[in-house]
Antibody, heavy 117, light 111 residues
C-alpha cells in the first residue's frame, strides 16, 4: 500500500522558517517525481514545487521561487520542503503527492503550516 | 498567463447528471492532459479522471471526462448523482512555462 505521511508543520512567526518532511512507503520512491501542493483555508489547491526522481531537476511555482527549497533523500524514502521568509499568505495545509505518468496519483493527509505573530 | 477557470459551484438532484467545465485561458486545452480530482471535506484529493477521460480503478463509470477544442475546455460529467458525490472538484493540467496548474475548484452540491 502506498503511504505518504507529512510532518513538520506548525505555528511560525512571519519571516520565520520551517522544514516539512514526507515519509514514503509502499512503492519504489526513487522511481517517481514527487511534489508539494498546498491549500489555504477554504481555498483551492495550489501547486508549490516538484522534484524529479533522481533529485536533479526541481520546479517551483513563481510565487514560491527563492523562498522554498524542495529536496529528497532516496536512500531514506523522504521528501522535504524548506520554507523561508514565511508570510501570512503561506498559511495552508501542505500535501505531499506522488506524480504518476501525468496525475498526482497518491496524496498524503497533509500538514498544517500557520504563519502568524 | 495559463489559467484554468471553473465555475464556483454546481448543483444537482440525486439521479441527475451534472457537468463541470474547466476552461483554458491560453494555448490549446488539447496540448496537455487534463486530470480531475475529488476532495471531500477534511480529506486529501483523489483522482477521478486522468489523461482527459480515463478512470482509475475503483472510480465508478458514472464519472466521465472529455475535451472540447472548440470551447478550449475540459468537462467532468457525473451521471446518476449520489449524495456521496458531494465534494469539491478540481481540474489540473500542465504548461511548459507554469508547470503544473489547478483550476480554482467547483463545489458540487447534491440537493
Amino acid at each position: 500500500e502506498v503511504l505518504l505521511v507529512e510532518s513538520g508543520g506548525g505555528l511560525v512567526k512571519p519571516g520565520g522558517s520551517l522544514r516539512l518532511s514526507c515519509a514514503a512507503s509502499g512503492f519504489t520512491f526513487s522511481d517517481y517525481t514527487m511534489t508539494w501542493v498546498r491549500q489555504a483555508p477554504g481555498k483551492g489547491l495550489e501547486w508549490v514545487s516538484s522534484v524529479s526522481s533522481g533529485g536533479g531537476y526541481t520546479f517551483y511555482a513563481e510565487s514560491m521561487k527563492g523562498r522554498f527549497t524542495i529536496s529528497r533523500d532516496n536512500a531514506k524514502n523522504s521528501l522535504f520542503l524548506q520554507l523561508h521568509s514565511l508570510r501570512a499568505e503561506d498559511t495552508a495545509v501542505y500535501y505531499c503527492a506522488r506524480i504518476g505518468e501525468v496525475t498526482f496519483d497518491y496524496w498524503g493527509q497533509g500538514t498544517l503550516v500557520t504563519v502568524s505573530s | 498567463n495559463f489559467m484554468l477557470t471553473q465555475p464556483h459551484s454546481v448543483s444537482g438532484s440525486p439521479g441527475k447528471t451534472v457537468t463541470i467545465s474547466c476552461t483554458c485561458s491560453s494555448g490549446s486545452i488539447a496540448s496537455n492532459y487534463v486530470q480531475w480530482y475529488q476532495q471531500r471535506p477534511g480529506s486529501a484529493p483523489t483522482t477521478v479522471i486522468y489523461e482527459d477521460n480515463k478512470r482509475p480503478s475503483g472510480v465508478p463509470d458514472r464519472f466521465s471526462g472529455s475535451i472540447d477544442s472548440s470551447s478550449n475546455s475540459a468537462s467532468l460529467t457525473i451521471s446518476g448523482l449520489k449524495t456521496e458525490d458531494e465534494a469539491d472538484y478540481f481540474c489540473q493540467s500542465y504548461d511548459t512555462n507554469t508547470y503544473w496548474l489547478f483550476g480554482g475548484g467547483t463545489k458540487l452540491t447534491v440537493l
